[in-house]
């Protein structure tokens, strides 16, 4: 009988063999197939210039090495709880203001916060004469909050300033001395900061809740700055700082009261009795209203400086170090100007887009330069940067005063970081200051809703004299300014127009019934799609370029738009084109980034990606809301060639036809 054997029994391994041979080959294929799968969405896919403009901008990426964290500054809480007392040894304190009204501020603090030992940040208002709290809620558009203590830190939690501290991990600690004004946001309140003032049931009222406040926000003090108080309340001015001292002083917290450089309608040496210390804002010798001229001359600066050195002792001055400039524009008035602020970034934007050399003022060894607008008027601008923030620092060091503190985050050159933090700076840290890293600002020019970069940061560098006898800066060039982004705002037109934009889809719920609305109406739109929503719904996706609106890129995945690196961006857009492409069988040169709600990008790092973008060829519609004036009445006729001139914005998160 023939022995039995499993039917599968492969002595040889024939099968085997050839099974193996199977696997390998399909093996192979996949891998090729998918190599060739990441291949087609790494590289990109090629769009039509025709959108785009003729001149191919010079793009340069800027150089980030990776440095290590940066340590924080070392007894930040010594220096704070020194206010007010004579140091063992020369310890200066380093404060910075910040204002929540300028997005660079934020943008600043964020790269410096461990560079600094005090912040003081706006948070407090007193401008109702019945002395109660009142912030200013700049998310929600809302100016003289009235709030008690627990509601206005309920309320400020919620600001930008906070969320992102606590948003690291660890959360920023950072010592604080709120900022108590009388500015509402838009004006500083004089009558109702004297009514206040005047009032002793008032000054009770404030008095308590600014105590409260800043012992439930564990903040170290409170700074107040009231402005322009008139010579008839300088009295009662004084008596509200001394309750307030004492108050505060009871609850082991700090008092400093910011006051103009030599003006002798107050009394220096009472508030350094009073208070901790006294901040002594070194600046505006010249001013928005004045006639053009230096900000904080040296030789002005080390006066008012030694003159309120004879009432206060050195350990009670804070000293304010601006860092700004002022542009004066001639008016048809002869011989009036009228003046505004700028970021010393912004000033020296100015200066390279005129073409124009800033120049070294001798006598005030103060930086300034002129240039003559459009409408030909002449331009007078003064600045205050690092060169002349060391000159002053130099003084403070010689007086031995407690402190300084920057006027303010956000206005700042950034080649001043290096230097502040130095006493007794040596040759190596003055040359630091030859390198100017570009400030956070974005440029924006134009009145388009279209985004195009002109310019992407790059840093400057300065020479300069430096004097060793005085140890002052008796000179400096600007050999290259720094530049930031800088973005023009194309495609705007005087028409009354409106287009819809959708983003976020496509929405198996919302989206049919969003088209059904427009096909009603007869109404175009754009639908910037979300990749992986198109992969899901591609009918809807057929059905909106069907029914003759336009498809844009929204990124595959809406990721965190600022936290993805410039190899994912690029992917989530070429798997989203990929995915239109094989779709509709077109390409769309449209890419709007995935922000928050209604979020304009303010400042460097949120847009940092979008120049990749626009290399690869996409129109960038720009991300902003717009007020209801602007919105005109959709034209009926409005054909699909000039259907993209113009964009309006939508909100994030929902659809919804923009305002
Ligand atoms: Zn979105």
Redesign the pocket.
Known sequence: MKERRPIFYDAERVRWRRTRRVMEITGVLLTLLLSYFFVTIAASVDLPAGFLLDVKPPFHALKTAKKKPAAIREGRKRRVANIGKVPESYDPLRSAFYVSWDANSLASLKKHYKDIDLLIPEQLHGVTPDGALTIVDYEHNQNTVKATPTKAIALLREDKLHQWMRSLNPPVELPTMGLLDNYDGVVWRIDEMVALLGNPASRHNLVQNVVEYAVEAHQAGIVVDFEEIPDASQAHFRQFAAELASALHSASLKLMIALPARDDSYDYAFFGKQCDAIILMNYDQHWLTSPPGPIAAQDWFAENLRQVREDVPAQKIVVGIANYAYDWGETAKKGVWSGSEFSVQEALLHAYESETDVEFDEASLNPHYSYSDEQNHVHRVWMLDAVTAYNQLRVCERMGVQGTALWRLGSSDSSLWPIWDTTRPDDAVRQKMTDIPPGPDLSLEGDGDIWHFADTPKAGRRSFTYEAVSDLFTDETYEEYPLSYDIDQIGGTKEKKVALSF??GPDPRWTPKILDILKEKNAPAVF?V?GAEANQHPDILKREYAEGHEVGN?TFT?PKFDEISHTELKWQLNLTERLIESTLGVKSILF?P??GIDHQPEYAEEVAQLPLAQDMGYLIPAHRSRRLEHAGRKEPDAGKGNRQQRFETSG??EHHPAA
């Open positions: 983003d976020d910037f979300v929204h809406h709007r995935p922000y994030e998160g």
